[in-house]
């Protein structure tokens, strides 16, 4: 999470991998990572939602996903070398934002007046927060044959007391790390694009 300079802070993506097992001897180039119509439509939730947290465009959180994702390849030696431009790659990589969104808000009971006061003798949580991640990786020949698909999806749903050691985005963070490891991980076990890749 980040603070921008006017209207409160906004959601920022961050996706952390751990090396995994075996480099795939392959130089990548990252095409985009096309958000689902939905998304881009508004008809569902793209990003955080939560008070006092300012929306970011579609396009900029797509943006910044891509950013990400080609960062954490690279540094957890997924491909040898992941760019966004490669005059000859091995493998081209395109993807597809099937779902990106956290619900970050209060307990509707909380705002009965003297609620914060039971809630504290019941010991009970006074926000929640729900949401999903949900990717699609493409692996192609740079010709366009397709060599793979791989999908990672994490969701959650949680009640809690609001810290500063989990603000409002870090769910979803987390969500989309899981979703990318197990990206990761097909990438990593898929023989026969190891078999390409090495040709």
């Known amino acids: 999470m980040s603070l921008s300079g006017c209207g ?10 751990s090396p995994q ?3 795939i001897d392959a130089t990548a180039e990252l095409h985009d990572l096309n958000p689902a119509p939905a998304l881009l439509s508004g008809s569902e939730s793209f990003g ?8 970011v465009e579609a396009s900029d959180l797509a943006a910044q996903v891509e950013k990400e994702l080609q960062e954490a390849l690279q540094s ?19 993807g597809r934002i099937n779902a990106l969104h956290e619900h970050y ?3 509707i009971w ?8 039971i809630a504290r003798l019941l010991n009970m949580k006074s926000y929640l927060s729900s949401g999903e991640a949900d990717l699609t990786l493409f692996v192609l020949k740079p010709t366009g044959e397709i060599l793979g698909r791989y999908s990672g999806k994490s969701s959650f749903r949680d009640s809690f007391n609001p810290t500063k050691e989990v603000p409002p985005g870090a769910r979803l963070n987390r969500a989309l790390s899981e979703a990318v490891q197990e990206i990761q991980k097909q990438l990593i076990e898929d023989a026969e694009l190891r078999k390409v890749a090495a040709k």
């Open 8 to 17: 409160g802070p906004k959601y920022v993506p961050d996706i952390t991998l």
């Open 21 to 23: 097992g075996p480099t």
């Open 105 to 107: 808000r209060p307990q």
């Open 76 to 94: 957890a030696g997924v491909f040898a070398r992941v760019e966004r431009f490669d005059p000859k790659p091995d493998v081209v990589l395109a």
């Open 110 to 117: 909380s705002y009965v007046p003297g609620a914060d006061t």
């Open 48 to 55: 955080l939602t939560a008070p006092d947290v300012k929306a």
